[in-house]
């Protein structure tokens, strides 16, 4: 038996599509391409030559490393390949140049990744749900819109008092949390994030067009009063609207919610609340 692995090239493509996952119509050989270049890494375990696991991860704002698209030939489950495999990714990305914090994120479902996390020494640090609704327009009250914050250091205060010094978890994009850190906010980032804050100045409402497929106002909102805050719901409106009117496949609002966020949701409520997300990570370096 002979298993060597090596970071996947463009020259591997057949060998991807030659696996039996049992994924249908996966999304990973359709953009292998993409995800094997640029601040993205791939790379494969081979099992006496043929490609028997995968696995990589991807950079984001130069100093985080998410872990992911792990997929295993079924016919060689049960031999801890997919555990192997991504403890040299979790090896790589630690060495790579700039990294601070490397992490994984997966749903509560799927209990053979959560193993394959901790087996290679990464820890849950926080838990979300992906709550998508196609709008939002049931909370609304008529309240005024919230006032809209251009100054990158007005954005930065908030930032730092309500992310940074507690450590809490930043939904970067759609399914790419990380805990806060100043290395996370780049101008350039901070330029895509509008943020809104309320008349008593002591909330703010942080939205961004986010395309996973879908056009989505990916919004934040960190406290459990979401009902309690007159304009809230009001000011996600005209954004949204944006997106739509130049989407082609449909816009949603995504809101990454804590169980407890989850809680205050009201019967009927529009939110589809699939199976949360479980992020799991090192310590920051």
């Known amino acids: 038996m002979n298993e060597t692995i090596r970071q996947l090239t ?74 192997k495999l991504m403890a040299h990714v979790r090896d790589a990305a630690l060495v790579h140049p700039g990294i601070r914090f490397v992490g994984a994120n997966t749903q509560e479902f799927n209990l053979p990744a959560q193993r394959v996390l901790e087996k290679i020494g990464l820890t849950r640090q926080a838990e979300l749900f992906s709550a998508i609704a ?12 919230w006032r809209k914050i251009e100054s990158t250091e007005e954005k930065m205060r908030w930032l730092e008092a309500v992310y940074i010094r507690s450590g809490r978890v ?11 850190s100043p290395d996370l906010f780049s101008g350039q980032a901070l330029a895509q994030w509008d943020f809104y804050e309320n008349p008593a100045r002591d ?39 944006n997106i739509r009117r130049g989407s082609e496949e449909g816009a949603f609002v995504w809101m990454d919610l804590t169980r407890k966020q989850t809680g205050t949701l009201p019967e009927g409520h529009p939110f589809d609340l699939p199976s949360p997300w479980f992020l799991y990570g090192t310590d920051i370096h």
């Open 134 to 145: 196609t709008n939002v327009e049931t909370f609304e009250s008529g309240a005024a819109v």
């Open 203 to 241: 909330r703010i409402v942080i939205t961004k067009h986010d395309v996973k497929k879908f056009d989505y106002l990916h919004t934040l909102y960190p406290w459990d009063d979401l009902f309690e805050q007159p304009g809230l719901w009001e000011t996600l409106h005209a954004p949204l609207e």
């Open 10 to 83: 463009g020259d591997d493509l057949q060998a991807l599509q030659d696996m039996d996952t049992g994924i249908d119509d996966d999304y990973v050989i359709r953009v292998f391409d993409r995800i094997s270049t640029g601040p993205n890494r791939l790379f494969g375990l081979f099992h006496d030559g043929r490609l028997a696991s995968i696995g990589g991860y991807t950079i984001f704002a130069g100093s985080y490393a998410m872990l992911g698209r792990m997929r295993s030939d079924v016919r060689f489950r049960g031999q801890s390949l997919s555990s």
């Open 170 to 180: 930043f939904p970067f994009e759609c399914y790419y949390p990380f805990p806060a």
